[in-house]
């Protein structure tokens, strides 16, 4: 993983599985990741697919997206932020560095990676034998250029964050005070193989893949130079002929629909095995009639349509509990000239209100009869993957009517005669949700809490009066829409636990606009230099983990099983970690 990215939660709960590794970590395995039902303690699924039968030479294969909504259609890691277009250019998008099980970097893949903490460097050597999907060479260029694209103002990047800030010379670069960031060199010039970083202070996750400090893509030079900065997002060699280093490349389009991958012949690695790759969208409501027809090879198991499909023969079924989180959160703020700038008037700027809304969603009850456990509560946003970072003490917010209704009388909201309560100045209180469509039961599940909230006496309506389609969904919340007060939403995680991208003062995805100067202290703290002691760190991110629980700007929801339907006939899918790109390995066994 490169970095955290915005998720449905229809991906959330089915399709993530296509798209990310296995979520290990020494000390937690996914069969006993622990969580608030004891159901999903006794689920387990193999994360590998099973087939001794021997390799067709070429050979096509299919996979569908669940989604309800046309994927944008930017394939470019520094300017994408959503799973759709992951999903979409996995095949030939490939991180810059092979990682281990662990995540932890290692030697092996399109570039080395080498730390100096005393010198507060990190050395990236390019693998001489890389080569883009149109013959050009991987050069230095490539690496800085992406630095370029996250942080020119021009772009609209939402991957600058105060994490790549500390680069030298990056938030002058950012500010337009300099042309060129002075903390990347190139001492064999544009065009050689090494790159250098220089930053202001070491941190203890840049070991692992996922830190956010280190870049882990590139972008052609070469290719993209003559683009305007302004205009890389909406030009044609990113929506439809763009290139990439990894096995695959892309060959055919129909914007938003599918898209057609056939073999990067400049591929330094193992030879990919398949002719062709197509991937397109599926519906949610027709997924589980496309399992069982078989109409795909690979296909996400969306969780409440589990129990319908799982006796499909031909198929097999994968799984792992990705890192990623459902969650809500509300609105406090708005970011304004890179920074979140949180309104102490805000309606939602009451930890009491937050706190009862939380207590009053019933979540295990909701999973249970929607997903029979495969998705379950969490009471942290540090998944439990995460081992020794995950605080195994947290409740979070279990199901509790009482406490939500007495939380609310303390903080004056009054209930009157038509059993709403007012805010504390006696005002009428609506509280705007948005959320997401996509899942086969969102519109029941929105019904459900909102019939809770107004068990204690909330007034609560859709934002828009109606669920939202993914793409309007995160619009409204990135530009904090003046129609949420609060929102469902959902992460794909990167594979290194620091919440600072997510939740710093000025991370763009802090989509709450919370900033505390004690939240501040707290995540500094995890990436400090007294973090490199692990035991410090590890107090670190369980203070971080008690204090959001405390104040309630975003609760945790849920994590689930992420299942996929594979076709018998696909050899060496697999969802573990390591490697640099497991799609090269992938081959189909007949025709």
Not at 57 to 65: A, E, N, Q, V
Not at 90 to 103: M, N, R, W
Not at 128 to 148: F, R
Not at 528 to 543: D, G, T, W, Y
Request: proline share 4%.
């Amino acid at each position: 993983m490169k970095k955290a990215t915005i998720a449905g939660l229809v991906t959330l709960a089915s399709v993530l599985a296509v798209t990310l590794t296995a979520c290990g970590n020494s000390s937690s395995s996914s069969s006993s990741s622990s969580s608030s039902s004891t159901s999903t303690k006794k689920l387990s699924f193999p994360d590998t697919v099973k087939n001794d039968k021997t390799a067709i030479s070429g050979g096509s294969l299919t996979m569908g997206l669940i989604t309800d909504t046309p994927f944008k259609g930017i394939f470019n890691e520094e300017l994408s932020d959503d799973n759709n277009d992951s999903t979409v250019m996995q095949f030939g998008s490939e991180s810059l560095f092979k990682t281990d099980s662990d995540y932890k970097f290692v030697d092996g893949g399109a570039a080395n990676l080498k730390l100096d903490q005393k010198a507060k460097t990190a050395t990236i050597t390019i693998n001489p034998n890389v080569k883009w999907s149109d013959g050009q060479p991987l050069t230095a260029d490539d690496i800085v250029y992406a630095y370029k694209i996250i942080a020119n103002p021009a772009t609209k990047s939402s991957r600058y964050t105060d994490s790549l800030a500390n680069i030298v010379g990056m938030a002058e670069y950012n500010a337009g005070k300099a042309n060129e960031i002075s903390g990347i060199q190139t001492p064999d010039g544009g065009t050689g193989k090494t790159v250098i970083l220089h930053f202001k202070q070491m941190k203890p996750g840049m070991i692992k893949s996922g830190n956010g400090y280190i870049w882990e893509s590139a972008a052609p030079y070469h290719y993209l130079k003559d683009v305007p900065f302004k205009s890389l997002v909406s030009s044609d060699k990113i929506r439809k002929t763009p290139l990439f280093f990894g096995p695959y490349q892309l060959s055919k389009l129909v914007a938003g629909q599918s898209a057609v991958w056939v073999p990067n012949k400049y591929y330094y690695g193992a030879k990919p095995k398949l002719s062709k790759i197509t991937i397109s969208t599926v519906t949610p409501s027709t997924a589980a009639q496309a399992i069982k027809s078989k109409s795909y090879d690979i296909l996400g198991v969306q969780n409440a349509q589990y129990a319908s499909v799982k006796n499909t023969k031909g198929v097999q079924f994968i799984g792992q509990i990705p890192l990623s989180y459902s969650y809500l959160g509300f609105k406090v703020g708005k970011f304004e000239k890179g920074k979140n700038v949180e309104d102490p008037n805000a309606k939602m700027n009451n930890v009491k209100l937050r706190q009862a809304i939380a207590y009053a969603m019933n979540i295990d009850q909701v999973q249970q009869k929607f997903t029979g456990g495969l998705t379950f509560r969490i009471p942290t946003l540090i998944p439990a993957q995460f081992g020794d970072y995950f605080d195994k003490s947290a409740k979070g917010f279990p199901y509790n009517i009482a406490k939500a209704n007495k939380l609310l009388d303390e903080a004056g909201y009054k209930k009157g005669k038509d059993g709403y309560r007012t805010d504390p100045k006696g005002k009428k209180l609506t509280i705007h949700l948005a959320m997401m469509s996509g899942n086969v039961n969102a519109a029941a599940i929105s019904k459900n809490y909102i019939q809770q909230w107004k068990s204690i006496g909330l007034r609560v309506e859709l934002t828009s009066g109606k669920l939202l389609e993914f793409n309007s969904f995160y619009d409204k919340v990135q530009n904090d829409s003046k129609d949420i007060d609060m929102f469902m939403g959902a992460w794909s995680l990167s594979s290194e636990p620091s919440p600072n991208d997510l939740y710093s003062a000025g991370a763009p995805f802090n989509f709450t606009r919370m900033n505390t100067t004690e939240q501040s202290k707290l995540l500094a703290d995890i990436d400090s230099a007294a973090s490199f002691n692990e035991q410090h760190r590890i107090a670190a991110f369980k203070k971080w983990q008690e204090y959001m629980n405390k104040e309630a700007y975003v609760v945790p929801m849920t994590n689930s099983w992420s299942v996929t339907a594979v076709n018998d006939r696909v050899k060496g899918y697999t969802l573990k970690v390591g490697g640099p790109n497991v799609w090269a390995d992938v081959a189909v066994t007949s025709k």
